[in-house]
Structure formats: C-alpha cells, structure tokens
C-alpha cells in the first residue's frame, strides 16, 4: 500500500496590507513587541479576532497597571520559554 501524502496543514502568514482595517491592531503589537507576531498576520483571515486579541494585549500591556511592565515581561518570557516559543 503506497503511503499518501497529506497537504501541510499549517497556514501562511499574510502580508499586513491583506487587511488595512487591521492597521490599528498591527500597531499595537509594533508598540508592545518591536514587531506583528506570524501568528497574528495568520490569525488576520479572522478580523474580529485579531481585534480582540490586541484589545486584550492592550489591557495587559496598559503602562497604568498596577503590575510593573518588568515583571509583566518576565512572566511572559518564562511561559514562552516553558513552551518553547521564541518571542
């Protein structure tokens, strides 16, 4: 029996400008991390999501918190790094 070959399922990151009304979302990953993570440009085939998603990281990221930003980065880092995510 031949073995058949099954497509890749992973999904290709679109260019920023596939979705201009995400620009302000974009922004807000530029601010926060220097750079518009893979999984956000992938994650852009679904607008409404890419919209919660930074709404969410601005709420983390709000430089008014009471949680110091130092230690915010240092959480974030640990559980990337737990999972062996490089951002």
Request: charged content about 20%.
């Amino acid at each position: 029996m031949k073995k058949t070959e099954r497509p890749d399922p992973r999904l290709a990151p679109l260019p920023q400008e596939t979705t201009p009304e995400l620009a302000g979302a974009f922004q807000t990953y530029v601010r926060v991390l220097g750079f518009v993570p893979n999984s956000v440009l992938i994650m852009q085939r679904k607008p409404k999501l890419v919209q919660a998603l930074s709404q969410l990281a601005a709420a983390i990221w709000d430089p008014e918190s009471e949680v110091p930003v130092a230690f915010k980065r240092m959480l974030a880092h640990v559980a990337s790094r737990a999972h062996g995510c490089h951002y």
